[in-house]
């Protein structure tokens, strides 16, 4: 993200000046989600109904913290979501980045064929029940590795690593393949490390995606020890007026549900959040680091 | 100058396509050997699911499962091409997406364009980190602060009452609610969007530059000549797989938004569904057909977008 | 008298509620009393004290039952079922979210726990279990069961039957008729505002509905500001229709009505018109909540409980969740001097209507890999809960330890908190 040599031009414009001002609003606004989420949960009750406009907190209250916290199962689904994150996006570097750097070269034989076997099944879908199926034939029900392994490629991904491969200088795997370098050995010690910024970018996209997973778990997992984060969080958050709301059992529905104050609500949004937001950063600095070679087609 | 591996093709394939076949595949054999844990997995969770689309065509009996199921012809199509509402949902996804073409696909763009033209390198990744806050939160959050801000009750009236004007009720307003839709998307995903393209823009030599404004090209002609050829080949692919998604149409953020009044405007086909599931238990050969129609028409969707891109960019995905 | 006892201990019954489930009863404060007379029946297939033979384990999918079930931990309830009944009980985690989708995926995969429970009588999901032979009726000898049989017996269960006579379900009523539901539905009204606005009766009519909310909104007791006051809201569109429905169009609550010789759903019918002119005129007014369509988990309960709001149309009680907002909202003010139900006015053809509905909802199945043997015992867990013995263990815990009986008194020996309340049974591990 840095063209470091770039700060060299001294003058600043008009047109720096406008932009920096507006981007400074639009960071404005993405942090406020955040921010109003955050003073929500360490709001009273009392304190949010009474002010028409609740934008600055009158008191702290941490108790819904507690609250949350305390639950028995966040512990559980906080390590739970660890490893599916770091095990699963490690199971989808590994498998995407050979995948990419099998699909990369234009001469290979049959290369469009596999490119479209690849490329149909992120618009074919053929339905829960045979995907349940499958599933249950492999033997992932229940298991946490459900969340990882029928998640093992994300096509679109895959498809832009391919791209970064391929727009990659031949020179690179030229010079190592005079010294009789093969093309895994290539893979790992020269491509690889060129393409720092592309290998974070597609792990941090990864990480997110196994940290924010739940559907997978909801569907396959009964073991409530092995529920991850964000299933605890939807089991709180989950408005039930959608489907309720027009039924002839909803007053018997709604009092069956647990309601749960909105404190408690905001406060397990930050707790889920937190973790991953924390991470987020550390990949960042990975992204100004890599050093990519590429030039640029006319 | 051919230095990269696409221009390569020109004159390597030339030169391999003198070779037999059998010489070519040896040379990349490697290649084939890092594709194989990928065809394994694409052919087990992707492909043999797939048997399940017949399902489309069957009346499903739980004892025979789906294999043995009786046929059912193209009984189930006409029940949903004859569903004034699934038709309607079809429509509205159609409209939506391409919506989300015009209005979302360049914003993070123009985005990474902009934040690239900040000089200071702290500015930059702070501005960068926070524009993908958003992005963390689920649309079940981001559509309560919506709420709180647009309702009867909320943030925008209590200002507007204040000012001495007319409450509005933006959330239940179907001339605007697919505008609302662009709008509070771009809010949460569009930072996040800006990633790819910085990352490709980071991949720029700063060589270039300087040699540019050396030349005395002015800062829109850097952006034109420099920045945008990096990242046209990103903007292609993310464009050919956007125009094949587009029977997704959003449905996250659609299900936590509308609510009955905009419903005419904003049922797309998994909303449709979704709803129907709950309520009357959709029969599964039904769900099936639309998956499949929905499949049929990305796929075509897909097919005809690469070949557009590919003429313009010289390169699509294939 | 013995028919009103039993008839009073299935009161909310969640036939496999262990006291520890989340969500329970609490919503009602201490449950009424059950009847604590012993009962005269002998019942009960096993003699008293003798468990019967072959041990069973029972998978049962019911909502959130994980919760009733923490690993860690020993649940003195479930022990004594277990031992009672010589079952283990496996419990199968479904949530409100996911429910119809998981059950009806592992209908598709064989994959059913043995009891399941899912509101699927009136779907086609039904008919085509029953129909493909997926799910398995219960025997039409129940002698072996007889609390069973009392609550299989009560005319709105008898409704679930299949119409070749069988139950190829259980019915779980939550009422123990359609009247005592109905008692469930109704307008909470400020009357303290009524009060201040000089309004002493109900309104009898349309206008004088509105003239009332007008007055809410415009004389501001709630002291918000008028821009800030909302005339009536409710819990959602669906709860404010229906019981505004009582005055304006009685069809609307009517499931299925005749017309013309022909059944048609009620809200087709031709009397639904001039109300819904009515409820125009009402919306026009601008005394109905502006965000009605767009309400979302208890926002609109909220409104009512902070005194931005006049009415609020929900149901009848308290809950412990709304007790506490109002305690935080008024400190100094009680609920019962400041709030009354609004009885809904005449309608268009001079009566009163009240809401009837179904008072049950949802069922228990049994898969047809249940075979007799098991469902025998299964039956015997059913009937068990139902018996007065086990509504007492599903009420007041295990004796001895939870509570003491005495002839027929109960006293709870639970530890109690600052007001007197004992702790609630699912707080105690």
């Known amino acids: 993200m840095v063209n470091a040599k770039r700060t060299k031009r001294k003058r600043i414009e008009l047109f720096d000046i406008i932009n920096v001002l507006f981007l400074c609003m639009l960071a404005f606004i993405s942090i406020f989600p955040f ?34 916290l305390s639950g028995d199962n966040i512990l559980s689904a906080f390590m739970v979501s660890l490893f599916v994150t770091a095990a699963g996006a490690a199971f989808n570097m590994l498998l995407t980045i050979m ?53 093992g490629i994300n096509t679109f991904y895959l498809i832009i690593m391919k791209n970064f491969f391929t727009a990659l200088p031949h020179s690179l795997e030229e010079s190592a393949k005079i010294d009789g370098a093969n093309d895994i050995y290539i893979l790992y010690k020269i491509i690889i490390p060129t393409s720092a910024p592309i290998i974070a970018t597609i792990t941090l996209f990864y990480s997110v995606d196994r940290w924010n997973e739940w559907w997978h778990a909801m569907l396959f997992i009964t073991d409530k020890e092995k529920f991850p984060l964000q299933m605890v969080l939807r089991e709180i958050l989950f408005d039930f007026s959608q489907t309720l709301g027009n039924s002839m059992g909803a007053s018997i529905r709604a009092s069956r549900i647990n309601i749960y104050p909105r404190s408690i609500q905001m406060a397990i949004v930050v707790v889920t959040a937190v973790p991953i937001l924390l991470v987020y950063p550390f990949l960042q600095k990975h992204f100004t680091k890599g050093i990519m070679l590429g030039s640029i087609k006319e | 100058m051919a230095n990269t591996a696409a221009d390569m093709t020109k004159t390597e394939i030339a030169r391999q396509t003198g070779h037999p076949l059998l ?3 040896l040379y990349y054999k490697y290649f084939y050997l890092l594709l194989i844990p990928a065809i394994i997995y694409y052919i087990i969770f992707a492909y043999y699911p797939m048997y399940g689309s017949i399902l489309a065509f069957k009346d499903f009996n739980y004892a025979k499962g789906i294999l043995h199921s009786p046929w059912a012809g193209m009984k189930y199509f006409d029940k949903i091409f004859n569903d004034t509402m699934f038709l309607k949902s079809f429509a509205n996804t159609l409209i ?54 647009l309702s009867d009750a909320g943030i925008l009236n209590q200002v507007i009452t204040v000012l001495g004007g007319q409450k509005v009720n933006l959330l239940t307003d179907p001339k605007i609610f ?16 800006t990633i790819i393209y910085l990352a490709a823009i980071a991949g720029i030599s700063p060589d270039l530059y300087e040699a540019a404004e050396i030349d005395g090209a002015k800062r829109f002609q850097l952006m034109r000549h420099i920045t945008w050829p990096a990242i046209r080949s990103v903007t292609g692919i993310l464009l050919i797989l956007t125009i094949g998604s587009i029977m997704n149409g959003g449905f996250d953020q659609i299900l936590n938004m509308y609510n009955p009044i905009v419903y005419n405007v904003s049922d797309i086909i998994d ?40 003429k313009i960019n010289n390169e699509g995905i294939f | 008298m013995k028919k009103a006892e039993k008839a009073s201990a299935i009161v909310m019954v969640f036939i496999f509620t262990i006291a520890m489930m989340a969500g329970c009863g609490t919503g009602k404060g201490e449950p009424a009393g059950t009847s604590t007379a012993a009962s005269t029946e002998a019942s009960n297939a096993a003699p008293a004290g003798e468990q019967p033979k072959d041990h069973y384990d029972i998978s049962i999918a019911l909502w959130d039952i994980e919760k009733s079930f923490p690993k860690d931990q020993q649940d003195k309830v479930a022990e004594t079922l277990s031992q009672k009944l010589n079952i283990t009980i496996k419990p199968v985690n479904i949530t409100w979210d996911d429910y119809t989708q998981k059950i009806q995926v592992w209908a598709a995969s064989q994959q059913l726990p043995d009891v399941f429970a899912i509101d699927a009588r009136k779907t086609q999901s039904y008919k085509t279990w029953v129909s493909q032979g997926l799910i398995r009726a219960v025997p039409d000898d129940l002698s072996k069961y007889p609390d069973l049989k009392d609550l299989l017996d ?6 679930y039957k299949d119409p070749d006579g069988k ?71 669906y709860w404010f229709v229906s019981e505004i429905g009582f005055s304006l169009m009685p069809e609307i609550n009517t499931q299925w009505i005749k017309e013309d010789g022909k059944w048609i759903p009620g809200e087709f019918s031709k009397n639904i018109l001039p109300g819904l002119k009515e409820l125009k005129k009402i919306w026009d007014s601008g005394v109905i909540d502006r965000d009605m369509a767009t309400l979302k988990g208890t926002e609109g309960e909220d409104k009512f409980f902070t005194g931005k709001a006049g009415m609020l149309a929900h149901n009848t009680y308290l809950t412990p969740q709304e007790d506490e907002k109002w305690r935080k909202s008024y400190p100094d003010k009680k609920y019962s001097d400041c709030v009354k139900i609004l009885l809904p006015w005449k309608a268009p053809d001079g009566n009163n209507y009240r809401f009837e509905g179904d008072p049950i909802w949802s069922e228990s199945y049994f898969p047809t890999s249940v075979d007799d043997k098991k469902m025998d015992r299964i039956l015997m867990l059913y009937d068990y809960m139902l018996s007065p013995e086990g509504m007492e263990l599903y009420h007041y815990g295990i004796e001895g330890v939870d509570y003491k009986k005495e002839g027929d008194n109960i006293t709870v020996t639970r530890p109690k908190d600052a007001n007197g309340v004992p702790a609630k049974i699912n707080t105690i591990v």
């Open chain 3, 167 to 237: 139950y190829y379900c259980i019915p779980r009523p939550a009422y123990q008729s359609p009247e005592n539901y109905s008692i469930e539905f109704g307008i909470k009204v400020r009357k303290d505002w009524m009060e201040s606005v000089g309004i002493a009766k109900d309104p009898e009519n349309t206008d004088e509905f509105i003239a009332l909310l007008k007055a809410f909104i415009e004389k501001d007791p709630g002291g918000n500001g008028s821009n800030n006051t909302v005339g009536i809201t409710a819990w959602s569109s």
């Open chain 2, 23 to 25: 010489k070519r595949i």
């Open chain 3, 154 to 159: 009560m005319s709105a269960v008898q409704a």
């Open chain 2, 178 to 193: 697919r505008g609302l839709l662009y709008l509070t998307d771009n809010w949460k995903e569009a930072g996040w969007g």
């Open chain 1, 99 to 151: 995948a990419a750097y099998g699909l990369s070269k234009k001469g290979m034989p049959g290369r469009n064929a596999l490119l479209t076997f690849v490329v149909f099944t992120m618009f074919f879908n053929a339905g829960l029940i045979p995907y349940y199926l499958t599933v249950k034939g492999i033997g992932l029900i229940n298991s946490i590795f459900v969340m990882i392994i029928p998640l």
């Open chain 2, 271 to 310: 909303t449709y569904i979704y709803r129907r599931t709950f309520v009357t238990g959709m029969d599964f050969s039904s769900s099936t057909a639309i998956g499949l129609f929905k499949s049929v028409i990305n796929v075509i969707l897909l097919y005809t977008s690469n070949f557009i891109v590919r």
């Open chain 1, 35 to 68: 921010y109003y989420v955050l003073i929500i949960s360490v709001a009273k009750f009392e304190d949010v109904s009474k002010q028409l406009i609740y934008l600055f907190p009158t008191s702290i209250d941490l108790s819904a913290y507690k609250v949350v």
């Open chain 2, 96 to 149: 939506i997406s391409l919506g989300r073409i015009a209005f979302e696909f360049p914003v993070p763009i123009l985005l990474a364009v902009l934040i690239n033209e900040v000089a200071r390198t702290r500015l930059k990744r702070f501005l960068q980190t926070v524009y993908t806050f958003p992005h963390f939160l689920s649309w079940i959050v981001v559509s309560g602060i919506i709420s709180n801000i």
